[in-house]
C-alpha cells in the first residue's frame, strides 16, 4: 500500500509560488496517472492537475498557465508547481496516484496552502 507525504504548503502572499511535492516509499510514478487535488473549506475536493504514465497532462480552467504538475522518476516524486498564486487557491492540497495494473488508487493526507491578498 502506497503511502503518499506531501509537503511544501505554507503561507504566501497574492503573487507569490510554492511548489508541491508528493512522495513515497513505493513506486508512484511508473505506470501510473498521478494527481493533485484540492479541497477549500466547505467545498468538495476538486481536480487541479493531473498527469498519465505517457506524460499527457491535464489542469483546471483555474490554473491554467500558473501552475505545472511533473514527475521525477529517479526522485519517485510528483510535484506541483504553483506560481502567481492566488486567495482562491487557498485549500488543502492533496496528491493522489492511480495504478493502472491493479485498478487501485491512494491519497495522501493534505498540505495547507494559504495565499493571502
Known amino acids: 500500500q502506497a503511502q503518499l507525504v506531501e509537503s511544501g504548503g505554507g503561507k504566501v502572499q497574492a503573487g507569490g509560488s510554492l511548489r508541491l511535492s508528493c512522495a513515497a516509499s513505493?513506486?508512484?510514478?511508473?505506470?501510473?496517472?498521478n494527481g493533485w487535488y484540492r479541497q477549500a473549506p466547505g467545498k468538495q475536493r476538486t481536480m487541479v492537475a493531473q498527469i498519465t504514465n505517457g506524460g499527457q497532462t491535464n489542469y483546471a480552467d483555474s490554473v491554467k498557465g500558473r501552475f505545472t504538475i511533473s514527475r521525477d522518476n529517479a526522485k519517485n516524486t510528483v510535484y506541483l508547481q504553483m506560481n502567481n498564486l492566488k486567495p482562491e487557491d487557498t485549500a488543502v492540497y492533496f496528491c493522489h496516484v492511480f495504478y493502472r495494473s491493479t485498478g487501485r488508487d491512494y491519497w495522501g493526507q493534505g498540505t495547507q496552502v494559504t495565499v493571502s491578498s
Open positions: 513505493k513506486n508512484i510514478v511508473t505506470n501510473t496517472n
